[in-house]
């Protein structure tokens, strides 16, 4: 049984669709960031970044990880699914997750916080992050023009970058004219793991999600 750590973000995404696409029994933890709960003392020593998505891995001796990419790497080596065992395949899996974690979150990641929540419109630091985000778009809309998935076969490199992609208007960037990444958002959006991955947690009203965005400003 695993144990989610979680919030209604695109990283919080990630984890929970892995867990719907791998099948394994878990049970869900939702924090409030309006309460500041990913700074408490106990979930600190879960995760002492403070930060979600986390996982506790009770079948393991409550084995604790923290950081999505890590999360979805552990439980990708765990099952023997969604990453290849080959050190090739591997590899390429491996190198479009870390494009997700060093590139698209991050800027993607900037461009909503400008973009949507900060006191200021500075508009340099704005045009800064969506032209790097939609860049970084062009970039995967070119590698599905000749593959169907990121590392070919669908694998935890496609669902750790789509819970952000999907989210592409809220950070003010277009996907117009990227129609290989349009495709592949639709495969995405079509499969019923994504869908019910999507869904956890549950959503609460609009005004306390407000209130959660903006306190992963100070997180």
Not at 45 to 59: F, H, L, M, Q, Y
Not at 142 to 160: G, K, N, V
Request: negative net charge.
């Amino acid at each position: 049984m695993i144990d989610l750590y979680t919030a209604a973000t695109p990283n919080g995404h990630k984890v929970s669709i892995v867990l719907e696409e791998l099948g394994l029994p878990y049970t869900v933890h939702t924090l409030s960031f309006d309460k500041k709960e990913q700074k408490s003392e106990d979930f600190l020593k879960i995760n002492p970044n403070g930060r979600i998505p986390a996982i506790v891995d009770r079948a393991n001796g409550d084995f604790a990880v923290f950081e999505s990419g890590a999360i979805l790497i552990y439980l990708a080596e765990m099952t023997g699914k969604l990453m290849p065992l080959d050190p090739k395949g591997r590899s390429m899996v491996l190198q479009w997750l870390m494009f997700q974690m060093g590139g698209i979150g991050p800027m993607q990641g900037q461009a909503n916080v400008f973009f949507r929540y900060f006191p200021e419109k500075l508009q340099g630091a704005i045009d800064r992050y969506q032209h790097e985000t939609r860049r970084l778009y062009e970039v995967l809309d070119t590698r599905l023009q000749t593959e169907e998935f990121l590392a070919s076969e669908y694998s935890i490199a496609d669902i750790a970058t789509y819970p952000w992609v999907r989210g592409h208007e809220w950070s003010g960037v277009e996907v117009d004219g990227l129609t290989a990444l349009q495709r592949w958002m639709a495969t995405m959006a079509a499969r019923s793991a994504v869908q019910r991955g999507l869904l956890v947690p549950e959503r609460i009203d609009d005004a306390s999600v407000v209130k959660g965005a903006q306190a992963m400003l100070i997180r």
